[in-house]
Each structure stands twice: as C-alpha cells, then as structure tokens.
C-alpha cells in the first residue's frame, strides 16, 4: 500500500505527510522539554537560600562552562552541516550528501563523548549523582534526556548514511524529503541544547 502525501503536498494542511507528522512529534517534544524547564524553575526558585543546604549550588563551581560552551558550538556546526547535506540532495549530488551526513554524525558523537568524558564522568567521580541534591538531579534529567535525543538522531542519519540511501535510485525526491524531516528533528534537538546551556549552565 502507497502511503500517500509522501511528495506533494496535502490540500488541507499545505505540508506533506512527513512534515505533518513530524510537527505534531515536535510540538509534543516541546511540552516535554517544557514542563522540564518549568519544573526547573519552580525549584530553584523554591530552593531554601541557606549556604548549609546542598538544594541548589552554585552552577558555575559545579558545571564546566568551557565545555558546555564547546558544545554549543559543535552543536550549532552540525546544524550547519545538516542543513548542507539537505541542500546537496536538491542539487543531486548524494556523494557531498553523504559528505555532509558524516560530518553531522560526527560532530554528533563528539558531543556525546565530551558530555559523557568530560562532564558526566568526573561529577560522578566527585560523588555528584542523582542523589546528590534538587540541582544535581534536574542536570542529569535534563541533560540526560536530550543526550538520547542526540543518539536517536545518530541512529535515523546513520540509516539514512547506509541502507536508507538506496531510496535514493528509486524515489530521489521522497529520500530529499525524508532527510528534510530529520533535519527539522536535528535542528530542535539543537534548540534545546541553546536553551539548556544557559539555564543550567550560566544562570
């Protein structure tokens, strides 16, 4: 059975089935993440200011800002190169595609290896767990939450890299479509980093 929409677009909403249906999953993503940042707030906001209650410590003695900075960065970079890849199948060059694909993924992989290396490992290390206090567990939700959206935009670009790419000699227009979907996922998960960063981080 053809799925239909793939390609054109629908009369009523003016998007294709895939657009659609990846809107509707982001605009579910957002009251996830939102109510995570609402909660974030009341609680810290509620927090006891005591310096003798370990609630909420000082971000900035607790969090490597360097590296969360340098992840920002790689973060917005595979935005970039997200955005190429997408712009290489409208130009119908599928080896600059897979060019711009792998260096998304990688930069992808670098993120979560500095986040897992450099910044998960030592608190843990230094006794900051879960337990720890209100902070401590909000940082490792939060963060934690947005790391598997991270992989799961690995494991989808990585199909896309290996045997999804064969839709490409039979259907180029619906794999274009595809990898614009993916990318609209990739540059939310992206967005939320901007906004964890500050947040967590900095405020």
């Known amino acids: 059975m053809k799925i239909p929409y793939t390609i054109t677009e629908r009369p009523d909403t003016g998007l294709t089935n895939p657009k659609f249906g990846i809107w509707l999953f982001l605009a579910s993503e957002v009251m996830l993440f939102g109510s995570l940042f609402s909660s ?8 006891p200011l005591s310096p003798n209650v370990l609630a909420w410590p000082i971000q900035s003695h607790e969090l490597n800002v360097t590296i969360g ?4 960065a790689v973060l917005i970079a595979s935005s970039v190169s997200m955005v190429l890849s997408w712009a290489a199948l409208k130009e119908h060059q599928l080896k600059r595609f897979k ?4 260096l998304t993924i990688l930069l992808a992989v670098l993120f979560l290896v500095l986040k897992i290396w450099l910044e ?3 608190k843990i290390q230094h006794d900051h767990v879960l337990s720890t206090s209100t902070f401590f567990a909000m940082y490792y939700l939060m963060t934690g939450l947005h790391a598997l959206h991270i992989l799961g935009g690995v494991l989808v670009m ?4 290996g045997p999804g790419s064969k839709m490409w000699q039979s259907n180029p227009e619906q794999f274009t479509n595809r990898i614009e979907v993916t ?6 998960v992206d967005l939320v ?3 964890l960063f500050p947040t967590l981080y900095l405020l």
């Open 40 to 47: 974030y707030i009341i609680l810290r906001t509620g927090s």
């Open 69 to 72: 900075a340098i992840n920002t």
């Open 99 to 102: 060019l711009y694909i792998s």
């Open 120 to 122: 998960y490992l030592p």
């Open 158 to 161: 990585a199909y896309f890299l």
């Open 183 to 188: 990318g609209l996922y990739w540059h939310f």
């Open 193 to 195: 980093w901007i906004f």
